[in-house]
């Protein structure tokens, strides 16, 4: 059994909501909280999406986690969702304004949550793109005894959308139009949508050029490089959206991380027994379909391991 509450952080403008799970039989003085880092889009606290992704997945692990005695904070981005008034543009953000948010969330458990040996420590579980935003904010969290990174770019995104469209042969007609896109905004300049074709629009709209010109400027592998603190890296073994070998620079570039690969996991973190991509993608609506145990697994001996007091290896 769980137990959840409603919980805020101050915004830019209002407040950010998100959602704490405790285990039942509370809280361990030295446990870390995991701060769930959602990522791109219109991504919910529960990993859901309008765009079409109805599986849960943040839901499913904080919940999976406070049965193995591990507390979670899972959280609605600035101006989506509960948070739709912490900003007024949810497209005029950037990845270290969202990096502000979770020093305001980090500063809530830290007050809300005490722990009797010393301040209680946080450690960001960045999923996707919230695996950016994550690493972008470490130098600054000082509430941080490590980091989970799941499903998360280990290079600029725009090499991962550039191998997304490569990977797609249905993209063939589209790819020059996208290339030209891509090149145009990682040389921070704006282009005119109108001109591309229609299917790119909405990927490359006026609105948030602003945010991918932000977001293609940071490289992970950089990032992680320079990580004083214990680093998890978790891969799908099927994940359709991020692959394998993102992970494996991220875990080369950090000599100290632990690296996870998990055969049958997509990037929704549910298990997928075959490599058929409609099976795959029939889990990203499937909330009813647990979280792959691996993860729980993997995440869970993670924590367990960090405790305040660990230097920066993880040992006492």
Not at 84 to 94: F, G, H, I, L, R
Not at 269 to 274: A, G, R
């Amino acid at each position: 059994m769980t137990v959840e509450t409603e919980i805020t952080a101050p915004g830019p403008q209002g407040a950010l909501a998100g959602t704490l799970t405790l285990p039942d039989a509370g809280l361990a003085d030295d446990m870390p909280v995991l701060l769930i880092v959602p990522g791109s889009g219109p991504t919910d606290r529960d990993g859901n999406s309008p765009l079409g992704v109805t599986a849960a997945p943040y839901a499913l692990l904080a919940k999976a986690l406070a049965e193995r005695g591990i507390p979670s904070v899972r959280i609605d981005k600035r101006g989506m969702f509960g948070s739709a008034e912490a900003v007024s543009d949810p497209n005029d953000v950037t990845i270290a304004g969202y990096g502000d948010d979770l020093l305001a969330w980090a500063e809530n458990i830290r007050d809300s949550l005490p722990g009797t040996s010393g301040p209680r420590c946080v450690i960001p579980l960045g999923h996707s793109e919230g695996g950016l935003v994550a690493l972008a904010v470490m130098d600054r969290l000082a509430a941080s005894c490590g980091l989970v990174l799941a499903g998360a770019p280990g290079r600029p995104i725009a090499d991962v959308m550039r191998q997304q469209f490569r990977d797609n042969p249905a993209n063939a007609p589209l790819a020059e139009a996208a290339e030209t896109a891509l090149r145009s905004l990682e040389r921070g300049e704006r282009l005119n949508a109108s001109t591309l074709p229609a299917a790119l629009q909405l990927i490359f709209s006026p609105q948030v050029q602003g945010f991918l010109i932000d977001v293609f400027s940071h490289d992970p592998a950089r990032l992680i490089a320079d990580l004083q603190v214990p680093v998890l890296v978790v891969q799908g073994g099927r994940d359709v959206q991020v692959p394998e070998d993102d992970a494996r620079i991220l875990a080369d570039a950090a000599p100290q991380a632990d690296l996870a690969i998990l055969p049958e996991v997509n990037h929704v973190l549910k298990t997928v027994p075959s490599d058929g991509l409609p099976e795959n993608i029939a889990t990203y609506s499937d909330p009813d379909l647990p979280i792959a145990p691996e993860v729980v697994e993997a995440v869970a001996d993670f924590v367990t391991r960090i405790r305040p007091s660990a230097g920066p290896d993880g040992s006492p």
